[in-house]
């Protein structure tokens, strides 16, 4: 392996290990835009039609770093707040707002204290009961912590789930892919206190004046926690400029943007050491590492960052961080009086940590193979000849393909999760006219195709509610056209299938079914995830044939099904209905082939229905959509022997599903399910 000092070779494998950054870590430019582009879109949606609160993606996901544990943080912003300094009028937007003015904390650079001014027409019983009265005249101030631990109070009773609180964030601790929910409250203006930033010298022109107006601009928002260095956190909000470094981050160019994902990569990689040594694997965490990519770019020429460079690139970033610790001084980007190493990098804990880092400098290139979180490593890839020979070749145009497109997939499969309880088209369908790119149509086409199927489910007439025949023909038909254009995007087609059984059309219902489970493309998502000497063959078969995005995605796309009480969901699945509000998901072959049986038994079709139920058996066992990876397929299985009246073998399956400790297993009823079923044969 080369040293650091051997210009040629460490170009070389510079060059290898971009490569491999593109094709198995990060993606290549046009695969991080189609990850960034996802989310601004999203949140114009949801906005649009939120009187409470507006949401903000950010974190690792919407920076563009999709890889093993990164993070999706959701800040959540009041709307009928607004936040001011001492001095400045009430815009007119504004007048009907509660207002908070800022004030000083007497800590580190980059906190404040909130200070009721007035309410507005719409409190939150959050805000209210979070409200502490300070001094001999009473003053009104917000107590963070309150307000804070109130929140995480109030996202637990709102999910039913467990959450706790860590810094500013509420938590939800049962879930497989965990996301940090930040309450805030908004303020329009740029902090006074970062005055400095706004005209610090650049001496490379990064950032851009006009980036730098846009940041100013975009003011900033203040978050339920406090300095950690101070004595008393209870008032204490800290200031948040998360849209700020989301724009910095967005505006580095590819290389420097690796290099990011190399330091986010090398800190997960020497965490489990941090524990083991220190005793605190967060000592060092992301926000430093992005600290230091953004003030390595500022002071350097872009000419040096450059592909063959990378490593260099790494390596004096490295050394920026090492420096960092031995002088116990992390500068915060904005407020650079504020050492963010204060009271967490300093006497013991320092020296040990300066020496983990002085063992990785010994490394050198290997420096990216220590631990164990990332198994194989990078560099353990990188030493194979074969890996190395694969990554010199380029790539066909069919793979360049099915590589965005299994990006936008991911995209729409967090569209799919997110628009499940939109009731208003009006948003999205505003979007898709004024969309620019193919990226843009997808995801607002696909969110509006969504919305429809929503507004279908709400539209169903209901059984309990008098209808003449005519106007429940007028509602059905309606329904109907509601579904047709969510119906074309793969296993979409399977509500409108459902919509078909239960209206009792079950031969229309057949055809549907059999249509999904001809499709090849189940497992095709995963393929990325598969080693570059094998990627060539994972194509899916749309590359290249002069398909446009949207075509593409509308023949391989597959996601679970999602159902909640009511004209789509079947009676089959009441008691797992009853044990949540939040709806049940089903992976979507299972639930075509349970479907299909449930049509052939209606039909009297035994044959089918037998064949069917030998599907569902083999189904268990599918790599993707199995039983290993989703506890209600066990559960479909169940059903269908209970349908035929195979008590003891329902009994089975009911006990195999509740025995699989899948995602939101403790909300499986399976147990509940076998003890109705003895108690019907005693």
């Not at 040629?8 to 491999?20: A, Y």
């Not at 406090?226 to 849209?243: A, F, N, P």
């Not at 460079?309 to 790494?314: D, H, M, P, T, V």
Request: hydrophobic fraction near 35%.
């Amino acid at each position: 392996m080369a040293s650091v000092g051997d210009t040629g070779e460490n170009e070389r494998m510079s060059v290898l290990l971009s490569r491999l950054l593109d094709r198995k870590v990060i993606g290549t430019p046009e695969m991080v835009t189609i990850k960034r582009r996802i989310w601004p879109i999203q949140e114009r949606i949801q906005n649009s039609s939120n009187d409470f609160e507006d949401l903000t993606y950010c974190g690792s996901q919407p920076e563009g770093i999709v890889m093993q544990g990164s993070d999706l943080d959701v800040l959540r912003t009041d709307k009928n707040v607004v936040v001011l300094y001492q001095g400045q009028s009430i815009p007119k937007d504004c007048a009907h707002k509660t207002v908070l003015f800022i004030r000083e904390t007497g800590c580190r650079s980059g906190y404040a204290t909130l200070q009721l001014g007035h309410f507005g027409e719409m409190v939150t019983e959050t805000l209210s009961e979070s409200l502490v009265p300070v001094g001999a005249d009473d003053t009104l101030y917000v107590s963070s912590d309150i307000y804070r631990e109130k929140c995480v109070k109030r996202i637990a009773e709102t999910t039913r789930m467990k959450a706790e609180s860590h810094g500013p964030s509420s938590i939800l601790t049962e879930i497989q892919h965990q996301s940090d929910h930040v309450y805030s409250f908004v303020c329009n203006s740029f902090p006074r206190e970062a005055d400095e930033w706004i005209t610090r010298t650049r001496v490379y022109g990064w950032p851009s004046q006009e980036l730098i107006d846009k940041i100013v601009q975009s003011g900033c928002h203040l978050v339920p926690i406090g300095d950690k260095c101070s004595g008393d956190t209870l008032l204490q909000w800290r200031i948040s400029l998360v849209k700020a470094e989301k724009r910095l981050v967005h505006s580095l160019n590819h290389v420097q943007f690796q290099v990011y994902c190399l330091l986010k990569y090398f800190l997960k990689q020497i965490q489990d050491t941090l524990e083991k040594v220190i005793g605190d694997r967060d000592i060092l965490c992301s926000y430093f590492m992005k600290t230091l990519i953004i003030f390595a770019v500022e002071n350097t020429h872009q000419m040096f960052w450059q592909e063959k460079n990378l490593f260099y690139c790494f390596w004096f970033c490295f050394n920026i961080l090492a420096s960092w610790v031995k002088s116990g001084c992390c500068p915060n980007y904005f407020f650079a009086k504020n050492n963010m190493f204060e009271k967490k990098v300093h006497g013991e804990n320092q020296r040990k940590l300066l020496h983990i880092l002085e063992q990785c400098h010994v490394l050198k290139w290997m420096s990216l193979s220590v631990g164990t979180y990332f198994d194989p490593s990078i560099m353990e890839y990188l030493r194979y000849a074969k890996v190395q020979d694969e990554l010199k070749r380029p790539r066909t145009r069919e793979k360049i393909e099915h590589e965005n497109d299994m990006e936008a997939l991911d995209g729409l499969k967090w569209c799919r999760r997110l628009f499940l309880y939109r009731d208003s088209v009006s948003s999205p369908m505003t979007l898709l006219s004024k969309s620019e790119s193919e990226l843009d149509e997808l995801i607002t086409y696909f969110s509006s195709v969504c919305t429809l199927t929503t507004l279908a489910a709400d539209a169903y007439p209901d059984n309990m509610l008098p209808a003449d025949n005519k106007t429940r023909y007028k509602i059905l038909k309606k329904c109907k056209r509601w579904l047709i254009p969510g119906s074309s995007f793969g296993t979409e087609l399977l509500y409108l299938a459902t919509f078909h059984f239960q209206t009792g059309n079950y031969e229309k219902a057949l055809e549907l079914c059999k249509r999904i489970m001809s499709l090849n493309t189940f497992d095709i998502d995963d393929e990325t995830r598969v080693a570059p000497e094998h990627q060539e063959s994972h194509v899916h078969p749309f590359c290249g044939q002069g398909y446009s995005l949207i075509d593409r995605i509308k023949r391989i796309f597959t996601y679970l099904l999602f159902f909640k009480d009511g004209p789509f969901c079947l009676p089959q699945f009441q008691p797992e209905l009853s044990q949540t509000d939040r709806g049940v998901y089903i992976p979507s072959l299972p639930y075509a082939v349970f479907l299909y049986f449930l049509c052939c038994h209606e039909l009297g079709d035994k044959s089918g229905r037998d064949a069917a139920l030998r599907h569902m058996i083999v189904l268990k066992y599918d790599n993707q959509q199995g039983g290993h990876k989703h506890w209600i397929v066990h559960t479909l299985l169940g059903i269908c022997y209970q349908t035929l009246g195979d008590t003891q073998r329902a009994i089975r399956a009911y006990l195999e599903s509740h025995k699989t400790k899948t995602i939101f297993h403790e909300l499986n009823p399976a147990l509940e399910r076998i003890q109705a079923l003895q108690s019907m044969g005693e």
